[in-house]
């Protein structure tokens, strides 16, 4: 959480720009962490697109 999230919280922005905001702040979706962990082989790419939903 940072101060430019939170005020788009408070401000009740839509939800598409919420992530917007909290992806060029350096947050990290639930597939990005699958897909990292593919490449180092904790699960395989099935495991990873089937548990994780695409942006």
Same mark, same amino acid.
Do not use: F, H
């Given at each position: 959480m940072n101060k430019e999230l939170r005020d =788009?919280?408070?401000?009740?922005?839509?939800?598409?720009? $919420? $992530?917007?905001? =909290?992806?060029?702040?350096?947050?990290?979706? $639930?597939?990005q962490d699958a897909l990292d962990k593919t490449f180092t082989g904790i699960t395989s790419l099935e495991e990873a697109l089937s548990k994780t939903m695409p942006i």
């Open positions: =788009a919280i408070l401000q009740k922005e839509q939800t598409d720009q $919420l $992530l917007r905001i =909290a992806i060029i702040s350096g947050m990290r979706t $639930l597939r």
